[in-house]
């Protein structure tokens, strides 16, 4: 559909009205004359293969044409039919088709007669106006029945009904508007470029705005939107799902300023050019501007509006774009509104509740509950882990030539059968076991059994989407996903060169697309032929596929735009970080089409000779290159890049060539070697990145402001590049899981992305996909609201008691004695806190879980000066009892467990907290720490007991009420009740506990 010079509105945009009123009767008016069957909500492919059933029946006439029927919301097609058909017509057909096109934001009409109040036709020049869907018509006939009535017109029916104005406020301004566009998908016949006239060129940001301007000269006007210029109001009520789902926008103060700008720009325009990002939500964006331009009667009678996309910001690729415009994709359009209004609905429905349930607690959302979950249920995975004791045995062996000298050849091998047994991980299980097939092996006389070997290849990995980018970006460069996309788009946006000029140097940056153009793919394989020789390009282009969920493939590959723009010619031009982040993109788009790496490899299997025992030893090295070449290069200098896989080991691999089946090997050194298992390993930023893709949660823009959410809220904590959920994130996944299993169903949010994927390709509508989740979900929404606050205490205690009381095994209140320590949500400090049962009788509270809330001798602790561990480490084994002595990690720091963990008693534990570097601590201090507290005698005074305890930054004393620190030159050992005493009454003293509170006047 070409775009026509349009009258007083946008040529297909809007839910449009006729410029004369319409009649209560308008939609059975329409289907009279267009002989339609009722609208249907069913999806627009379904509806596009019943039309040729229909179409016999759904005819209109213009000049005798006959359109075609229209399907659910997509209203274009009548005006794409009868643009097409009345191209060879007269002057005044054209104005017939413009004037169905009329919208809300149309100038008004005076002068309506008092006739066409009581009936209200749905006719200009004959032509029946454009088909709105039943939902829309409906609300308009009743809106225009009820102001009519008043004697308003058209345009005071679509103030008053779609304008919520607050009248205190000049800004930001409300409007309720239909989602329900005529918009349509579709190549225009003009060309952008060369210029025909002054051009308005909307784009996103400032920098991007500058280097297009530089391209384009005078005939263009580029100025930049700063991304949304309006969104959902932030309150209750924004989307009404008994409405249709109608929404409520607010328009910030600054995005006014913004479209005021664009709005002057206009002003003797010819063209105005929507050129925002080429995803979902710069679709969203252009819709957006044309509404609100709309409404400010901004669009001049004659100007064409277009939408271009920008794949990379170089001039050849702007001019070229500006050379192919397109209409709006309303099928773009409708997935943002469904996903937006889909995130809202869940965010403001179960935050509310968090807030009444979970004080302190800020947010729920679909995708990041989904990734909360994912962090949290590896937690408790982590917690409920039982480490494994096994052994290896590995073994030295050297080929018999000179045995006297020792001058042969040694290399190493492992265990890997006993007895005609293969050996698993976890086959010897004990210290004894493994000592005992030493002995037998020292006496053994071994030979080759077989000598394998093999080549292999190792393919290049794809070239960088926007999850694998982040993932590589902080596996090898320590950046974290946010700071990861800010330096991509900025080298996406465009920098200055050495030579004055500006360029974008990668492709667009939000992409889940592998493929990588044509002309692109020349380029590269040049270079490779160039800088490697011809052996290493492959031998023909290499064409990617994504194998993960929901992939889009909308857009190319993250590439340099010019792959001859060497990582080393850009220093001075961009800084450190940036230039890493170029380079890695350099050498993976350079690798990528190129041959893969050959790796030799051999395998020995040495046997003794009395078949007891076979060991196994392999080793490898490259034999080609091939892509490897990249790593080798100059230009990887910047980041460092050394991969480890495939490295020339020509010792051990010539050691193990010469052997060969039936040659004698002596044995020179049996190694017997301790492990326990460990327990999965917490996310990192880029582990999490890669499973939520796996998963089909998300979409590439969204997972780095994830990550940013959840650590915002304080539900997660990053500390050495790895994500620990904080017991706040851990309370609201599990309330979530408790009342709202759908939402936090990984496959939920994986499903819905793929919908909302449908309505992109208008295969789904929007508006019922939100309607079936919404009757789901309400449901959910009023059984968690009467929920009490105890229910979710109760709930969180059963499920986190062991690690809520990991200090506190007894859980005796230690201020009345007769009371039990139990969980209570706070909105202050870490969301909850541990208080007594019989408050308020007692009004004791425990502010940490390593004991009471006077622990704290007022001394900080810095969390991070403790060396991280894996934890649970194995320290040793208890002399006297036999179990474990474990150093594990709790909510406020390292700990010290005797036995695992069990329902019938919960075991021995002490505080580490204190200490420097857990990673030293022998098993007697990890003994000693869980002597810990000791009596030191009873007080001469009152006889109430003296004790010693272990505190936040060391050790304490403590008579009733009455604490103190130790000092740090005072060994605990050494504290006797005397010196106790002493410490008691000196300054460091300090009364604790709550005061009693005042009573309130």
């Known amino acids: 559909m ?91 057909d054209e104005s017939k088709i413009k004037a169905i096109s009329s919208s809300v934001s149309s100038k008004p009409v005076n002068g309506t007669s008092k006739k066409k109040e009581s009936t209200i036709e749905d006719n200009v020049n004959g032509i029946p106006m454009e088909v709105l869907t039943s939902s829309s018509m409906n ?40 989602a329900d566009r005529s918009l349509q998908k579709g190549q225009q016949t003009f060309k952008l470029y060369p210029p025909s006239g002054k051009s308005v060129v909307v784009v996103e940001s400032v920098t991007k705005s500058k280097v297009i301007q530089g391209y384009l000269g005078d005939m263009y006007e580029v100025l930049p939107s700063y991304g949304h210029v309006r969104d959902l109001a932030a309150r209750s009520g924004s989307v009404r799902p008994e409405d249709d789902f109608s929404m409520l926008w607010e328009v910030p103060s600054a995005a006014w300023t913004h479209l005021k700008s664009i709005k002057v720009a206009l002003s003797g325009a010819t063209n105005l050019i929507l050129a925002s990002d080429p995803d979902r939500e710069g679709e969203a964006i252009a819709w957006h501007i044309i509404e609100m331009l709309q409404q400010q009667n901004a669009l001049h009678p004659g100007i064409r509006v277009a939408r271009v996309v920008f ?40 935050s509310p509740l968090l807030w009444r349930k979970l004080p302190g607690c800020q947010s729920a959302g679909r995708v990041q509950s989904a990734a909360l979950s994912l962090i949290c249920d590896r937690e408790m995975e982590i917690d409920q882990f039982e480490s494994q004791e096994y052994w290896t045995v590995d073994a030295v062996f050297g080929n018999v030539k000179s045995p006297s000298s020792r001058s042969g050849v040694y ?19 004990s210290e004894k076991e493994a000592k005992d097939i030493e002995q037998k092996l020292i006496s053994s006389t071994f030979e080759v059994l077989s000598s394998k070997r093999s080549q292999t290849r190792k393919n290049p990995l794809a070239p960088y989407i926007t999850s ?40 667009y940056t939000r992409t889940d697309g592998l493929h990588i153009s044509d002309e692109a793919i020349k380029d590269i394989r040049s270079l490779i032929a160039k800088r490697y020789g011809p052996g290493y390009a492959s031998d023909g282009p290499r064409k990617y596929f994504k194998k993960v969920k929901n992939a889009q493939e909308a857009h190319e590959a993250i590439r340099p735009t010019d792959i001859n723009r060497l990582p080393s010619l850009l220093v001075g ?23 893969p790496a050959v790796i030799d490899q051999i395998q020995i299997d040495i046997g003794s000779s009395d078949g007891y025992s076979i060991f196994r030893a392999s080793c490898s090295k490259i034999g080609f290159l091939g892509y490897q070449a990249v790593h080798q290069d100059v230009e990887a200098a910047a980041v460092s890049v050394h991969e480890n896989e495939g490295i020339d080991k020509d010792a051990a691999f010539g050691a193990l060539n010469i052997l060969k089946a039936g040659d004698r090997v002596y044995i020179s050194e049996v190694k017997p070697k301790q492990h326990h298992t460990i327990p999965p390993p917490r996310y990192s930023e880029g582990s999490l990145v890669k499973k939520l893709e796996e998963l089909g949660i998300g979409r590439p823009s969204t997972y780095a402001s994830t990550i940013n959410v959840l650590q915002a809220r304080s539900y997660i904590a990053i500390k050495s590049r790895v994500l620990y959920p904080e017991f706040r994130g851990r309370m609201v996944s599990a309330f979530i899981a408790n009342h709202f299993a759908e939402v936090a169903d990984y496959s939920f949010t994986a499903d819905m992305e793929t919908e909302l994927d449908n309505v992109s390709a208008g295969m789904t509508e929007w508006k019922g996909l939100l309607k079936d989740y919404w009757t789901r979900f309400s449901k959910y929404c009023n059984l968690a609201s009467n929920v009490t606050i105890h229910q979710v205490e109760k709930m969180l205690e059963d499920k986190f008691g062991d690690y809520l009381f990991a200090s506190l095994p007894n859980r005796s209140c230690p201020s009345c004695l007769n009371g039990t320590l139990i969980f209570k949500v706070s909105k202050f400090g870490a969301g909850y806190f541990i208080g007594c049962n019989q408050h308020p009788r007692c009004k004791y509270i425990a502010k940490t879980l390593y004991g009471d809330d006077d622990d704290n001798d007022g001394t900080e602790v810095d969390p991070q000066r403790q060396t991280t561990v894996e934890e649970p480490k194995l320290i040793g084994m208890h002399p006297s009892t036999g179990e474990k002595v474990l150093l594990k990690v709790g909510p406020y720091g390292h700990y010290i467990q005797l036995g695992e963990d069990k329902k019938s008693r ?5 505080s580490a907290g204190h200490i420097k570097d857990v990673t030293s601590l022998s098993l007697g201090q990890a003994l000693d720490l869980l002597s810990y507290p000791k009596t030191l005698g009873l007080h001469p005074e009152d006889r109430r007991p003296v004790i010693i305890k272990i505190a936040r930054a060391g050790f304490a004393v403590k008579h009733g009420k009455t604490m103190a620190p130790v000092p740090k030159a005072l060994e605990p050992s050494n504290v006797t009740l005397e010196k106790a005493m002493k410490i008691l009454l000196g300054p460091e003293a300090r009364h604790v506990g709550r005061p009693k509170s005042k009573a309130k006047a």
């Open 311 to 350: 794949h990379e910001i170089t001039e050849a690729s702007i001019k070229n774009s500006l050379q192919a415009p397109r209409d709006i994709d309303i099928n773009l359009v409708n997935a943002y509104l469904g996903r937006r209004a889909l995130d809202y609905l869940i965010g403001f429905n179960i």
């Open 139 to 178: 609300r308009s006939k009743k809106k225009a029945e009820k102001f009519i009535k008043k004697g308003n017109t058209i345009d005071e029916i679509s103030n008053n009904a779609g304008v919520k104005q607050d009248s205190n406020e000049t800004h930001p301004k409300q409007q309720f508007i239909s």
């Open 906 to 910: 919960s075991p021995q534990r002490a």
């Open 2 to 92: 070409g775009l026509d010079v349009l009258p007083q509105s946008i040529h297909g945009l809007g839910l449009d009205f006729p410029r004369q009123l319409l009649s209560l009767t308008a939609e059975e008016d329409i289907r009279n004359r267009l002989r339609m069957k009722p609208f249907s909500r069913r999806p627009a492919k379904i509806l596009a293969a019943t039309s040729k059933k229909t179409d016999s029946n759904v005819e209109e006439n213009i000049n005798g044409t006959p359109v075609e029927g229209l399907q659910n919301s997509s209203t274009n097609k009548l005006k794409n039919k009868a643009k097409k058909t009345t191209k060879k017509g007269s002057t005044k």
């Open 468 to 507: 694998t980018l982040q993932q590589e970006s902080a596996n090898k460069l320590h950046f974290p996903a946010t700071y990861t996309m800010k330096l991509a788009q900025k080298l996406y946006e465009g920098v200055q060169l050495a030579d004055g000029k500006s360029t974008g140097l990668i492709t």
């Open 573 to 595: 031009t961009l800084d450190e970080d940036a230039l890493k982040l170029y380079t890695l993109i350099w050498l993976r788009t350079l690798a990528c089409q190129m041959e």
């Open 411 to 429: 290399f190493t091998s492992h265990l890997a059968q006993i007895d005609s047994k293969r050996l698993g991980q976890l086959s010897i299980s």
